[in-house]
C-alpha cells in the first residue's frame, strides 16, 4: 500500500528539538508504526548524539545518530547504539556553520566513514559559501568507495535559512550532477509547499522535492526545476510522483518529521498512497 517510490522517505524525529518526547516513549511509538500497514514510508528514529546516556529499551528499533556533538565523539555514540541492540543505519553530522569553509569539517566526517565501512554518513552542508566544491569533495569520495552523502537544511528559525525556489533546484541539479544523493532536514512541514501564517516563512514541500528530483534526473535545467519546486498546486507534483511510484526514488532520500502521520495523512489525500488499517 505504501508505493515503491515513497519506501523509507520519512524519518522519525520525535527526539528531536523542539519534540520534549522521552526516549521510551519514541521507541515505543516508532515500534508500533513500524507493526503498522504504513511501515514501509518510515525510516528510522532520529537520536541525537548528545545524549550520550543512551540506554534503548528491550524494543530496539533502526536509529540514525544525528550529530550535535563533536565528529571525534560520534564513534563511542555509534557503539553504545549497537551495544544497546541497535541497528544503527546512518550518521549525520554539521560539517560547517553558514560562512564557514566545509572543506576541514568534511575532513573529520572523511576519518569516520573510513573507519566505519558498515556505517553511512551525511554531511549536512550548509547552503552558502564552499558549496559547491565541497560537493566536489563528497563526489570523489564517493567515487573511491566511501559511504558518504550530502544533506542540507532548508528551514530554520529565519527567512534567510529558506532558500529560494532556484537556489535550491541549483543545489538539487549540482547533486545531479555528481551522482550524489541527498537528505533534507527543517522545513519540510507538508507535501505541498506553503506559506506558515503564523511565522510567514513560505516552506518548501516534500512533494515539491521529489517532483523536482524526478524532473532533475529526466534531465531538466535549474529554471525547470525551480518551477517545480515553486508549485503551490498539487497536480503538477502528484501525475510525476504517480507515473513513478513503483520505481526507487531518485536522489532524494528523505527527511525527519516528528511523526509520521501527517505526511502519511498528506499522501492518503493526494491519492498516492492507499489507506490501510491494522
Not at 515513497?6 to 528539538?17: C, E, I, R
Not at 565528529?71 to 555509534?78: D, H, R
Not at 547504539?81 to 560547517?96: D, I, K, W
Request: with cysteine; charged share 20%; hydrophobic share 50%.
Amino acid at each position: 500500500m505504501v508505493p515503491k517510490l515513497f519506501a523509507g522517505l520519512v524519518d522519525d524525529a520525535s527526539l528531536l528539538p523542539p519534540s520534549r518526547t522521552s526516549l521510551p516513549e519514541a521507541v515505543a511509538k516508532h515500534s508500533e508504526h513500524r507493526g503498522a500497514w504504513f511501515a514501509a514510508l518510515l525510516g528510522p528514529l532520529l537520536v541525537p548524539a548528545s545524549s550520550m546516556s543512551i540506554e534503548l529499551p528491550a524494543r530496539a528499533v533502526p536509529v540514525a545518530l544525528v550529530g550535535d556533538v563533536p565528529v571525534s565523539a560520534l564513534p563511542i555514540a555509534v557503539e553504545k547504539l549497537r551495544a544497546a541492540g541497535a541497528a544503527v543505519l546512518h550518521v549525520e553530522a554539521p560539517v560547517a556553520r553558514r560562512g564557514e569553509d566545509p572543506q576541514p569539517g568534511l575532513g573529520d566526517l572523511h576519518a569516520l566513514a573510513g573507519h566505519d565501512e558498515d556505517l553511512q554518513v551525511y554531511a549536512e552542508i550548509p547552503l552558502s559559501w564552499g558549496l559547491l566544491d565541497a560537493l566536489d569533495t563528497v563526489a570523489e569520495w564517493r567515487s573511491a568507495g566511501l559511504r558518504v552523502a550530502p544533506k542540507f537544511r532548508v528551514g530554520g528559525l529565519a527567512a534567510e535559512l529558506f532558500p529560494t525556489p532556484v537556489e535550491l533546484a541549483a543545489v538539487i541539479c549540482a547533486c545531479r550532477d555528481r551522482e550524489l544523493p541527498f537528505r533534507l532536514a527543517a522545513g519540510l512541514r507538508h507535501a505541498i509547499r506553503h506559506t506558515d501564517p503564523e511565522t510567514g516563512f513560505t516552506h518548501h514541500g516534500f512533494l515539491n522535492v521529489l517532483a523536482a528530483s524526478i524532473a532533475a534526473v529526466d534531465g531538466a535545467e535549474v529554471a525547470e526545476v525551480a518551477e517545480v519546486l515553486a508549485a503551490t498546486h498539487p497536480l503538477p507534483l502528484v501525475e510525476p510522483c504517480r507515473a513513478r511510484r513503483d520505481t526507487a526514488r531518485p536522489m532524494f532520500v528523505g527527511f525527519g518529521a516528528v511523526g509520521v502521520v501527517e505526511p502519511l495523512t498528506e499522501l492518503i489525500r493526494l491519492g498516492l498512497v492507499i489507506g490501510g488499517s491494522d
